[in-house]
């Protein structure tokens, strides 16, 4: 039932990319709604939505508008999982649960503050490839007002019946989840379970702060 509900919302968010101005390559466009790249279309289209409005929605309409898509579009139980391999294990079902929810708000409030102005910028689909893995990386760019192209790529995989994102590459190159692995990793070496937690608690609040 949630993942008909999930379809239904994506294939909603694809026929409205033209009222939003995402520009999407022709073959994202005739995409199935549960392609991966039909999938990152629909994200982008909340996304551009947020930044349009985002003077009136501020931090926190910002924050409640991307939180939920977050939740649909990202692989987040992935995401924590990979993020402190080695020690994922180690935690029981309550901490895990608490460290799935803390990344989706982590995620939230980094897009909810990263992406806090509009200029006129145009998210692009422009294609995708299946990884020797199976999964399928999407390429995109965000072309700013001035025209220049910003190569944001991201990778998907399959979860159950849908694609979900596992990771952002900014610039193209610069894994977001490397980033977070790294970080992640020597707080809850030096600090444990808590301690992480109160750093990524910390991280929401300079985000939300800026």
Do not use: C
């Amino acid at each position: 039932m949630l993942a008909r509900i999930a379809r239904t919302m994506r294939t909603q968010a694809v026929a409205g990319l033209a009222v939003l101005g995402v520009a999407l390559a022709p073959a994202a466009v005739q995409a199935h709604p549960d392609a991966p790249d039909a999938v990152v279309g629909a994200y982008y289209s909340t996304l551009l939505n947020a930044m349009q409005n985002a003077k009136s929605l501020g931090y926190e309409g910002r924050f409640k508008m991307l939180a939920p898509v977050i939740k649909d579009t990202f692989d987040l139980n992935f995401m924590a999982r990979y993020a402190i391999r080695g020690f994922w294990e180690k935690l029981d079902q309550a901490q895990q649960n608490k460290l799935v929810d803390e990344f989706g708000r982590l995620s939230a409030a980094t897009y909810a503050a990263r992406f806090n102005d509009y200029a006129g910028e145009q998210f692009k689909v422009l294609k995708s490839e299946t990884t020797p893995q199976n999964d399928t990386f999407v390429y995109t760019q965000i072309v700013k007002s001035d025209g220049e192209p910003v190569p944001i790529n991201y990778l998907l995989r399959k979860n159950g019946d849908d694609w979900r994102i596992i990771d952002v590459y900014l610039r193209g190159t610069i894994s977001e989840l490397a980033k977070w692995r790294a970080d992640f990793s020597s707080v809850i070496t030096r600090d444990g379970f808590d301690g992480l937690i109160a750093a990524i608690d910390g991280k929401v609040k300079a985000l939300q702060a800026e």
